[in-house]
Structure formats: C-alpha cells, structure tokens
C-alpha cells in the first residue's frame, strides 16, 4: 500500500450491508467478469472508434493489468489516470480493478501542477495519460514534473509516448495468460475520487468495491425500473465523482453499456441521441441548456425517449426542466450528491412542482441503500439531530460513504463524525414528507458590507426570469464593500438583459435589495471546467476585469 487508505465506517456497520445483500460484496473485477459470463458479446463501450463488447473489452484490460504488473506494479499501489472519454480510460480502469491496485483519475484539462499534487499527495507509483488532447499534451507535462514526486516510477502514455514515457499500446499487448487477477477485499480501496470543493488543493476521497458497485450502483439501480441493463451516455467525464458512475457502476455492477464522447459538445450530446439511444443521460445543468438551445435552433431531431435525464452538479430550475422533460420525453432526475458521500434523487416520478413556498430545493426521498441523511446541528463533533422541518447541516452515511480523505487527517477530522457521518458543509431541512429540501452552503456565501449572500439563492431567482437561459453567480472584490455580487448570464435567444430589468424581476419574487447582483456578465455560454462544471473562478476574473473598467459603485439600498 502506497498510501494510508483507512475506513473511517465502524467495521461491522460496512459489513452488515455486504451481509444483507445491499452491497454484492465482490471486487469490480470478478462483477466484472460475472457480466462477462452472462452476455460475452454484449456491447460494453460505444465511442469514435466503434463498439467494443465486453469479450474484446476484458482482453484488452487482462492484457494491460499483465503489463503492469510486469512494470512492479501491485494490489494497494495507487495509480493516476488522466484520459478523455473512451475505452482507453475504461481499460485501464478495469486493469487495475483486476491488480487490486487503487484508481485516482482526474479529467483531462487539468493542468500539470494540479496535476503534481493530486499524485504526490496520493504517493501514486505511475499515471497513465493522454499524450495529445485537444492542444493539451499531459504526458509531456507531467514527465516535466516528475523529478518532484518521489513515489512516481513511471509515466505511460496513450498515443505517440513522448521520450522517457512508456506506450500504452506496447503494454497492452502483453501476453493475458500471464495474468492472475487479484482478489481484493470488497470494502478495501478501489478508487480515489477528486472534489474541487473549497479547499486550497483539490480533495481526494477513496471509496471502496463495495461502496462503488454497492452504493453508488444501488443509486443508478433506483433508476432502471424494468430492470434491463443501461445504456448510459456520460457528458461528464468519467474522470470526475458523477463519472464513477461510468466502469464501476454501469459496467460492473449493472451489465450495461458506456457512450462516450471523448469531449462534450452539444452537437456531439444530440448525435449521440440519435445514433446511440441512451437510456441514461448524464450531464450537468449548464450541459442540459446548452442542448436545449440545440435543439431550438432547427428541427427537434428524432430519437427514442431515454428513461430518465440524469442531472447532477447542480439543480436544474423549474422552468428549464419542464422544458426538458418536454424536449427529451423523459423525466428529469435532479441529483444532489458530491464525491464526499453524499446522494439524494428526485426519482423517475415525473412531478413538476417542487413545494412552492417551501424553502430550498427538493433533492428527493434518502434512500438508506445508498446514503441515509440527517440534519444536525452545525459544528458539533457528533451527530446531534434537529426535529424535521428544522434548518440544519446535512450529514450522511451509508453503503456508498467513502472510506476516508487521501493523506489528509485534517479534513477526516473536519467533515468525518467519530461514527463515520460525513458532514457535507450543506444546509437543508427533511419536510413533514420526508423530502430533503437544500438550502445554501454553510461556506459559501458572499460577504458584502458585513452581510453574508447565498448565490445559490440568487442564482435561483433569477433562473425563472423568462430571458435567463443559465446563470451563476459569484463574488467581486470590492475596496468598499469588500466583495459585491457578480450574475453572469447567459440570456436566452433574442432576450436582452439588463442590471436593472434583473433586479426589478427579484423585487416581484420578494429577494431582498441588500441581495440583489450588482454586476452583470453577459455571456453566449458559460466556461466550463475539466470535470464540466461552471467554471466559477474565471468567471470571478472575468467580472473582476470588466469592474475595473467600470466606475465604482455606491452601496445599494
């Protein structure tokens, strides 16, 4: 082992759901291969290079895991992966399932120091790579860089391997006969997940066999009412937390099929409808819009309806995801979850209304399968609930609670309860239904004059302005007020937008004044990061740049 990966779960709590059948309590391997032995010629991965079913699929990963090993590699050694949608991502991370070594993928993108620190923090023994992708060369980068990471043996890279790195198409033409697969312990580490949060470094959580295939599977098995196998077409990459859902889940756990798109476009998102007829639809809000507004443009293009549009990152507000539904002939799944273990859906039940005049969002019904919720007092060092219908911080646990942070005791000891409850940093309230409702962010907030503002909440205001196609909004540093609050909107087709109009439109939804954005963004699409988020940091540089060359304002009312 690498690195220190330790459950912070009592042990006999993890065990009791691989007893009880919650968790298959198999390693994504031998899941995996038990798929395999039922459907050999199943399609496993639609991509740009065609099919692959899951009998090529599985060669092509026992061939790779045999390499590594050759190259030293073995059970618990960590390994990075930064690879574009496609079936080299989902070979390597079904070779290294079939070691027992542990996955850490990171989007491509990101860049070379980011990079450095996620695999020297992990103490990862080799990365495998993109050696070229869309003008980024990560292999070249981090060779650059790994004269800085002790732990680092070795880079390999998919593609033309620049001097120094080894070829993953060499590796992958080993002998599999040579191969022993591992037979890891379902609840020791299989994977490492990367969070943005709110941290100076990225966030790394590993997660277990049982607390992928188990936990998360059981999320994506709520969602496939008749029980068949998915056909799932991932707009996020499978690099990122909602992307664990891509291998582990669908693959492994479920016998379905990946479509992938080694980089989202909305052109490419609808081609893939239409080609490919997904069952699942996995993206993030501002992926969804971009679509919409696709489909918008010209002729509705023709494709059979998926069971449900999965919707994670963020909520998709009311109006959009009416439009959606109508759009896609499917219910609309908003998702809340994050890498650090936390999971409520709104389910396939197609309901359009979401409590009005309640507070917050409906994130749905818990289900204790996946991650059983409770709402306790902010701050404490132990689960103390609040009655339902009560405001407080939203904890989870359960079959899909990570194991622990990577090399960070700090945060275990921060957003871990001493009986493993992981403390999400939300605000939310459980209703008289049982609905979890989210209300803002502990941390994130806008300090302005000495008050503190929501962007959420704004943001979710000023979603139902009938010209606001998409919108985030995000603090400005300011002499005076020390931060103002920045909307960056994307308006819809033929909308024009103003400051003025904006806060006109929140005086009718009763926001108060002191909450009103004092700047404005106007954008065609927002910025998106590697993992196909907003990209809420350029978006801050951007503001930041068009208020210098504004006058300064006075305070607001």
């Not at 709590?13 to 395999?36: E, F, I, K, N, Q």
């Not at 309901?351 to 991650?371: C, F, L, Q, T």
């Not at 904890?395 to 275990?412: K, N, Q, S």
């Not at 910025?527 to 740049?545: I, N, S, V, W």
């Amino acid at each position: 082992m690498t690195v220190a990966l330790h459950d912070l779960l009592p042990a006999e709590l993890r065990r009791t759901w691989a007893v009880d059948g919650t968790c298959p309590d198999l390693d994504l391997y031998s899941l995996y291969r038990a798929r395999l032995i039922t459907d050999p010629h199943h399609t496993a991965i639609l991509d740009a290079k065609g099919k692959l079913c899951y009998t090529a699929l599985d060669r092509k990963a026992r061939s790779l895991a045999a390499g590594l090993a050759g190259l030293g590699i073995r059970p618990g050694d960590v390994v990075g992966i930064q690879l574009p949608n496609g079936r080299d991502a989902v070979v390597v991370d079904l070779a290294l399932a079939a070691l027992g070594a542990v996955a850490l993928p990171f989007p491509v993108g990101r860049g070379g120091r980011e990079a450095a620190s996620l695999l020297r923090r992990s103490e990862a023994v080799a990365v495998i790579a993109a050696a070229e992708h869309r003008g980024n060369h990560h292999a070249a980068d981090l060779l650059a860089v790994a004269g800085e990471l002790p732990a680092l043996r070795t880079v390999i890279a998919s593609g033309a391997a620049p001097e120094g790195a080894l070829a993953l198409a060499k590796l992958l033409r080993t002998d599999p006969k040579t191969l022993v697969p591992a037979r890891p312990d379902p609840d020791s580490a299989a994977r490492i997940l990367v969070s943005s949060g709110s941290e100076a470094e990225p966030k790394m959580v590993a997660y277990s066999h049982n607390a992928l295939a188990g936990g998360r599977g059981n999320f994506l098995g709520s969602l496939i009412p008749d029980g068949r196998p998915p056909r799932c077409l991932f707009l996020v990459p499978l690099a990122s937390a909602f992307g664990s859902n891509g291998t582990a889940v669908t693959l492994a756990r479920h016998g379905g099929t990946l479509v992938l798109l080694d980089a989202f476009t909305p052109e490419a998102a609808l081609e893939a409808l239409v080609e490919h007829q997904p069952t699942h639809v996995l993206g993030v809000p501002t992926m969804i819009r971009m679509m919409l507004d696709r489909m918008t443009e010209g002729d509705r293009p023709e494709f059979t309806p998926p069971t449900a549009l999965i919707v994670g990152g963020s909520p998709l507000d009311q109006a959009t995801a009416a439009e959606a539904r109508k759009a896609f002939g499917c219910p609309v799944v908003n998702l809340y979850g994050s890498a650090d273990g936390v999971n409520c859906h709104t389910g396939l039940v197609d309901d359009s209304s979401d409590g009005e005049g309640r507070p917050g969002i409906a994130a749905g019904h818990p289900d204790p399968r996946v991650a059983d919720i409770r709402i306790a007092l902010p701050g404490t060092q132990e689960l103390q609930e609040v009655s339902r219908g009560t405001v407080g911080e939203i904890l989870a646990r359960g079959p899909m609670t990570p194991l622990c942070y990577v090399a960070a005791p700090d945060l275990d000891s921060r957003y871990r309860t001493a009986d493993g409850w992981v403390r999400t940093g939300d605000l939310g309230l459980i209703d008289q239904d049982g609905t979890l409702r989210i209300v803002g962010r502990l941390k994130d907030v806008v300090i302005r004059g000495g008050e503190n503002i929501s962007p959420a909440e704004v943001e979710l205001e000023l979603a139902t302005h009938p010209g606001v196609r998409d919108v985030v909004c995000v603090g400005v540093r300011d002499p005076l007020m020390g931060e103002r609050l920045a909307a960056c909107v994307v308006p819809r087709e033929g909308a024009r937008i103003t400051l003025e109009e904006l806060c006109a439109h929140l005086d009718t939804r009763g926001l108060e004044r002191r909450k009103h954005p004092e700047r404005l963004l106007v954008l065609g699409e927002l910025p998106l990061t590697p993992a196909g988020k907003p990209d809420r940091a350029a978006l801050r540089e951007q503001c930041t740049a068009q208020a210098e060359e504004q006058r300064p304002l006075t305070p607001a009312g």
